[in-house]
């Protein structure tokens, strides 16, 4: 299959191309989605071939509108509707109990469905020309880093998708915050740009989902069924490293090795004696959230390499979720220095 590079304009056409049951890469401000009609089974099938995605992992619903999403849920208590008004359009994904317009390959047979309205435009304008909520995952091969350039949606799934809808860079660079809405009590399920002191300003307390620090016991219940998985993980094996950063250069200088590369921050860089590469800077978060990615992608491109030593990122506000990303990329595999 020949995949068409469309651009900024063509949303009509990529609509086009879902309608008729094809998959399309589109730009989000967290990072690129495989888009598929969500109302269309067979077409959702075609996302879990194409990204070679377990079956029993399931895809998020983006609408156009916030108000969309009452054809899709339920319920929508109170805390749900308070942060849907606040942080819509934009990178928060709600999970609840689903109406019967959900098809069960989208939900993965759960009784619940995640919903987001995303802010990008272009996206946005896509799912009205459609009409229909568009299922999308992020637009990479299962287990590897999320893409957030149309390079990274290219080097993956050239060939396996009828479309890429070019956006540009991703702005964000980290998928979107997933709070669960069916127990009790909220529940964040994945971490992302929305933070959780954000959300616990509006609603009050939040829970932790142990599987976003940690990994899930054999026996436990994965609660976002993603979460279980390895994943974003480059092919050199991934060791974070938590120490303060004088401790930290003075362990990878120590250690330093031609098959050795340091992910580290970019003040650092000038003072590692090794290869390095560098993700956003030592007291932006933010930074390190958007650079996070192409960051693990570029050590792919490194073939030498065969480990690599993190910097841990200070695991407040959006770092708690460059956080998640990176314990998972290292396997959970953790120094303390
Ligand atoms: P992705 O779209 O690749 O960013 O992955 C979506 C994430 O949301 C995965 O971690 C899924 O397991 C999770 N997710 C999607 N739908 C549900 C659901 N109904 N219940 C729990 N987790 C979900
Ligand atoms: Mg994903």
């Given amino acids: 299959m020949e995949t068409k ?56 619903l983006h609408i156009a509108e916030p108000q969309d999403i009452l054809d899709l849920v339920l319920t929508l208590p109170p805390k749900a509707s308070t942060l849907i ?14 109406t019967k317009t959900v098809p069960s390959a989208v939900s993965a047979d759960l009784p619940n469905v995640a919903v987001r309205c995303p802010a990008n435009e272009s996206i946005r304008l896509v799912i009205k020309y459609l009409k229909r909520p568009i299922a999308a995952p992020s637009a990479n091969i299962s287990g590897k880093p999320s893409p957030t350039k149309v390079s ?4 993956d799934l050239n060939g396996k998708i009828d479309a890429i809808l070019d956006g540009g860079d991703c702005e964000l660079g980290l ?16 971490p992302g740009s929305i933070t959780k002191e ?10 932790v989902d142990p599987a976003v620090l940690g990994r899930i016991k054999q026996g436990q219940k994965a609660l976002s069924p993603g979460m279980k998985y390895t994943h974003y993980a480059p092919r050199a094996k991934v060791v974070v490293v938590k120490a303060d950063k004088e401790t930290y250069i003075d362990f990878v200088n120590k250690n330093s090795s031609e098959n050795i590369l340091s992910l580290c921050f ?4 000038a003072r590692i004696n090794g290869k390095s590469i560098s993700y956003g800077k030592e007291k932006d978060t933010t930074s390190q959230a958007n650079l996070f990615f192409d960051a693990l992608r570029k050590i792919d491109n490194l073939p030498e390499i065969e480990l690599v030593y ?12 460059v956080y998640n990303r990176l314990i998972r990329a290292a396997g959970f595999e953790v120094i303390e220095l």
């Fill in 5 to 60: 590079l469309l651009h900024q304009g063509e949303e009509k056409l990529a609509a086009e191309i879902l309608a008729a049951g094809g998959l399309v890469a589109l730009p989000t401000e967290t990072v690129y989605g495989l888009g598929a009609d969500g109302l269309n089974e067979e077409a959702i099938k075609k996302i879990f071939i194409a990204k070679g995605r377990p079956a029993d992992n399931p895809l998020i």
């Fill in 85 to 98: 008004d606040e942080f819509w359009p934009g990178p928060l994904t709600v999970i609840l109990p689903k």
């Fill in 152 to 155: 990274h949606v290219l080097q």
């Fill in 175 to 190: 998928e979107s915050t997933v709070v669960s809405f069916v127990s009790k009590a909220p529940c964040i399920l994945r």
């Fill in 198 to 207: 954000q959300m616990e300003d509006l609603v009050g307390d939040i829970a």
């Fill in 266 to 269: 970019e003040e650092d860089k």
């Fill in 310 to 321: 993190a910097r841990c990122p200070y695991m407040q506000g959006v770092g708690l979720a």
